[in-house]
């Protein structure tokens, strides 16, 4: 069983940057799809930002597409969000998920692991 756990959140200003790490429990989830997902108080899961690492792909909503980026340690076996240029309505919790295939990367059930989330909060 693969197990992500999430960290690096909490409470920033806007305009300030946070990085979100997920850890992953074994060195295969490096052939994975990865992924960041939120969800704010009310509102459904929306897609963050993704990486398709066997083809060096990346994809981002338009909402965060340069001000967030994707990488990751091989050696440290994870996954990173930085987030700069935080505003207001980046507050959420993020998930980070990864799928051996993630066909539709944008689409949350395309996912087979989640974590638990980690909380963003960004104060105007």
């Known amino acids: 069983q693969l197990r992500l756990v999430e960290s690096g959140g909490g409470l920033v200003q806007a305009g300030g940057s946070l990085r979100l790490s997920c850890a992953y429990s074994?060195?295969?989830?490096?052939?994975?799809?990865t992924a960041w997902f939120r969800q704010a108080p009310e509102k459904e899961r929306e897609f963050v930002a993704a990486?398709?690492?066997?083809?060096?792909?990346?994809y981002y909503a338009d909402s965060v597409k340069g001000r967030f980026t994707i990488s990751r340690d091989n050696a440290k076996n994870t996954v990173y969000l930085q987030m700069n240029s935080l505003e207001p309505q980046d507050t959420a919790v993020y998930y980070c998920?990864?799928?051996?295939?993630?066909?539709?990367?944008?689409?949350?059930?395309?996912?087979?692991?989640w974590g638990q989330g980690t909380q963003v909060t960004v104060s105007s």
């Open positions: 998920a990864a799928d051996p295939d993630g066909i539709r990367v944008q689409v949350f059930s395309s996912y087979s692991y």
């Open positions: 074994r060195r295969t989830f490096m052939y994975y799809v």
């Open positions: 990486s398709r690492w066997s083809t060096g792909s990346t």
